[in-house]
């Protein structure tokens, strides 16, 4: 079974940080692209970052360029998602998902259930 679980989520103020970690299992994770993709509310799906299979590369959105950092670690099938300075217009649920097209609508291969981040004072 494929599985791609979550966690690391949960309420902090504005400016603070958050780490978010994702634990892959029933896949060849070290040969999958990886990304975090955050819906908010009211607001359509958006790929906030991404990383090769290898690590080499990594991309984000502008709107977390600088203040986010994804990491993977292939021997521990685990992907990261650094969150620092965090927005309230960062609140979303963030999902990690795997070999995901973003030319159009967001299709991805495989998705995790999930973790919510609320950035609120």
């Known amino acids: 079974e494929v599985q791609l679980q979550a966690s690391g989520g949960g309420l902090v103020q504005p400016g603070g940080s958050l780490r978010l970690s994702c634990a892959a299992s029933?896949?060849?994770?070290?040969?999958?692209?990886m990304s975090w993709v955050r819906q908010a509310p009211g607001k359509e799906l958006e790929r906030v970052s991404g990383?090769?299979?290898?690590?080499?590369?990594?991309l984000y959105s502008d709107s977390v360029k600088g203040r986010f950092t994804i990491s993977r670690d292939n021997a521990k099938n685990m992907v990261y998602l650094q969150m620092n300075s965090l927005k309230p217009e960062d609140t979303a649920v963030y999902y990690c998902?795997?070999?995901?097209?973003?030319?159009?609508?967001?299709?991805?291969?495989?998705w995790g259930q999930g973790t919510q981040v609320t950035v609120s004072s």
């Open positions: 029933g896949f060849a994770f070290s040969s999958y692209d």
């Open positions: 990383i090769i299979s290898g690590g080499g590369s990594t």
């Open positions: 998902a795997a070999e995901c097209v973003v030319a159009g609508p967001i299709r991805c291969d495989y």
